[in-house]
């Protein structure tokens, strides 16, 4: 029996989801805090000053982890960050070229259908398109810096998550978009410049892959 000693006590300060890496997948967890506390005969006496810890706990495994894993994005924050950034980014190509173009539209529909967006259509493009348009009107600041006020949040989200070549691979897909109404605008080039800024990828290397691209496609 502990007669005096020190254990420690936790209670549950939040709960949310979490990337577990042991299960490999999204979890519920539970935040706790807690302290030592000084016992004597198993009765809690005097809670102990400067030693109080937190660990965050997967509910399915109970394994514990420090509270830092917080900052690492779950499956679905990333699923939603390719979502989000693709459809910004297509539309952005889109609207600065190839809005006309039923090749340019479908190959838009099909790049945000493949992210995970399964039930985008021409008529959400129809609605979003304008959208950005009318939006673009009313700050024409925006227009001449960064195709939508929207891009840029949206694509640096996601870049915090990509190597260098799924970089690449995204800037790549996004110009063929651009590309299937037979080839580059200049204002085209120039979103996939900006999109190229906000994945953090150098000027010489965005050129070099809308490059590569346009020959591939030629
Ligand atoms: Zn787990």
Redesign the pocket.
């Known amino acids: 029996m502990l007669v005096v000693g020190s254990k420690a006590r936790y209670r549950t300060a939040a709960r949310g989801v979490f990337h ?4 490999g997948g999204d ?1 519920e967890y539970l935040h706790r805090a807690g302290r030592r506390w000084l016992y004597a005969l198993a009765v809690p006496l005097l809670p102990q000053a400067g030693a109080a810890s937190e660990h965050l706990r ?6 514990c982890y420090r509270v830092d894993l917080l900052a690492v994005p779950t499956t679905q924050e990333m699923r939603a960050a390719l979502v989000a950034a693709t459809t910004a980014a297509v539309l952005a190509m889109l609207q600065a070229g190839g809005w006309a173009s039923p090749a340019a539209r479908r190959s838009g529909v099909e790049l945000i259908q493949k992210a995970g967006s399964e039930d985008y259509s021409e008529a959400s493009l129809a609605v979003a398109v304008p959208a950005m348009r009318a939006e673009l009107a009313e700050h024409p600041a925006g227009q001449e810096l960064d195709a939508s006020p929207r891009l840029g949040p949206a694509v640096e989200m996601f870049a915090l998550q990509l190597e260098e070549h799924a970089k690449e691979w995204f800037l790549a897909r996004i110009v063929q978009v651009g590309l299937a109404d037979g080839g580059l605008s200049e204002d085209e080039r120039q979103v996939a410049r900006v999109i190229a800024r906000h994945l953090g990828m150098s000027q010489d290397r965005a050129q070099d892959v809308i490059w590569l691209t346009e020959v591939a496609s030629a």
Do not use: K, S
């Open positions: 577990c890496e042991r299960c979890r997967c509910v399915e495994c109970g394994t």
